[in-house]
């Protein structure tokens, strides 16, 4: 192997670890021959040995002199000899411009897309079986987001910390205008017409239920005025 590539294996050996068993990464070595230039190879996925063959790809890319532009290429299809299909890119090693070696990733992507027919045809299958179509659905006035609570409490308390925006309302000492503008946005989504939110507002913002009874009927009175 030429010396100029001695640093590439121990890469080659890292990212085969972080790729896993389904990424093959192979060394070519074009300085000595097209005829045995593989002269590394981790993860074995196509049946091939050190001293293989260049691929037809690389005798593609040494005619076109595409390396003189890229740096690589990615994402082409590949098969083996046995007839598996893979997905390889080449990442082009150079010295002053001229090709001595590449650096191969060929990736095995047959459990994937394996997958992805499967999930495809189940997709058609439940289309079919629900009578659904591509058509979409017809749309709401308003943006909402819908969340499903367990109790009332839940919801009364959720609604609080939103409007609040989270704060620590025994610590934070909010001004009447920011309790007035809590009050207007709860009282315009009709969280006052369930059970016991006056009681659980007033609790929240540590004042009788009474106060909070006069802030929604100065809410009211802005809305009459509107």
């Known amino acids: ?19 896993g068993k389904e990424t093959e990464i192979v060394l070519q070595d074009f300085t000595e021959g097209l005829d045995h230039s593989l002269v590394y190879i981790k993860n074995n996925l196509s049946g091939r040995q050190v001293g293989a063959p260049a691929t037809d790809l690389i005798l593609e890319i040494l005619q076109s002199k595409v390396y003189l532009e890229e740096d690589y290429v990615v994402n082409y299809r590949t098969r083996t000899a046995a007839g598996k299909e893979m997905y390889s890119s080449s990442y082009f090693i150079k010295d002053e411009g001229q090709l001595i070696g590449a650096i191969c990733v060929n990736v095995d992507k047959t459990k994937l897309l394996a997958l992805k027919n499967l999930f495809e045809s189940t997709l058609i299958s439940l289309k079919e079986s629900l009578q659904l179509t591509d058509e979409p659905a017809e749309q709401i006035s308003f943006s909402a987001i819908e969340n499903f609570y367990e109790t009332a409490d839940q919801l009364i308390e959720d609604i609080i910390i939103r409007e609040t925006q989270g704060k620590d309302l025994t610590k934070h000492r909010m001004t009447r205008t920011e309790k007035i503008a809590i009050v207007r946005s709860l009282y315009k989504k009709g969280f006052f017409d369930f059970k016991d939110s006056v009681s659980k507002t007033a609790e929240a913002f540590r004042m009788s239920e009474v106060s909070i009874y006069k802030y929604i009927q100065q809410v009211k009175q802005e809305e009459s005025q509107e």
């Open 1 to 19: 192997m030429d010396a100029r590539l001695n640093p590439y294996p121990p890469l080659i050996d890292f990212f085969a670890k972080v790729m």
